[in-house]
């Protein structure tokens, strides 16, 4: 149950784009494709982003995307804008658990 | 609209117990499997523990195992996470989600603060 690794932080101006990789390995994020992203700003619960590696919620901004690739999953913003900025968090689904990445500060310059 | 509302945290000493309650509208609780994740004060998210459908399947993460427990009342609509012989380190808030295999709905969070 080691936690999925995540950059500490990342950064980017208004209207770029970012990815933020999430690395696990072949038991979980490379073992199943059921990657999900959540956001949370400070003091609220985090929100669902992306699910099932790519897959967007209804009501979450095409800008957000999601990918993978082996044991690695990221998740791309593109048209960066200032309400983006949070922290973000990639999880794996497995058969005997649930496991988080340690979380990636994204600050909009 | 889905709700889900945490109740039952606060303070307790090291060693204590205390029983954590979340209470879900919106949604016919009794199909989807729910989850308890917490946070320590400015760390990251932390999967704690996982329940099916019926009750009958559970998994917790290393770090509980042995000390919390979850459970839930379908009658009810209402999970639990039992919490014994707690640790300075289990100081967090607790946020019960709704899920299969990705958290779609998540409560407020409960704050637990263990502390002598």
């Known amino acids: 149950q080691s936690a999925l690794t995540q950059p500490a932080s990342v950064s980017g101006s208004p209207g770029q784009s970012i990815t933020i990789s999430c690395t696990g390995t072949s038991s979980d994020v490379g073992g199943y494709n059921y990657v999900s992203w959540y956001q949370q700003h400070p003091g609220k619960a985090p929100k669902l982003m992306i699910y099932d590696v790519s897959n967007r919620p209804s009501g979450v901004s095409n800008r957000f995307s999601g990918s993978k690739s082996g044991n690695t999953a990221s998740l791309t913003i593109s048209g960066l804008q200032a309400e983006d900025e949070a922290d973000y968090y990639c999880?794996?689904?497995?058969?005997?658990?649930?496991?988080f990445g340690g979380g990636t500060k994204l600050t909009v310059l | 609209e889905v709700q889900l509302v945490e109740s039952g945290g606060g303070i307790v000493q090291p060693g204590g117990s205390l029983r954590l309650s979340c209470a879900a509208s919106g949604f016919t609780f009794s199909s989807y499997w729910m989850h308890w994740v917490r946070q320590a004060p400015g760390k990251g998210l932390v999967w704690v523990s996982r329940i099916n459908t019926a009750g009958t399947s559970t998994s917790h993460a290393d770090s509980v195992k042995g000390r919390f427990t979850i459970s839930r009342d379908n009658a009810k609509n209402t999970l639990y996470l039992q919490m014994n012989s707690l640790r300075a380190e289990d100081t967090a808030v607790y946020y019960c989600?709704?899920?299969?295999?990705?958290?779609?709905?998540w409560g407020q969070g409960i704050l637990v603060t263990v502390s002598s």
């Open positions: 999880s794996s689904y497995t058969s005997i658990s649930t496991v």
């Open positions: 989600a709704r899920a299969g295999r990705f958290l779609d709905y």
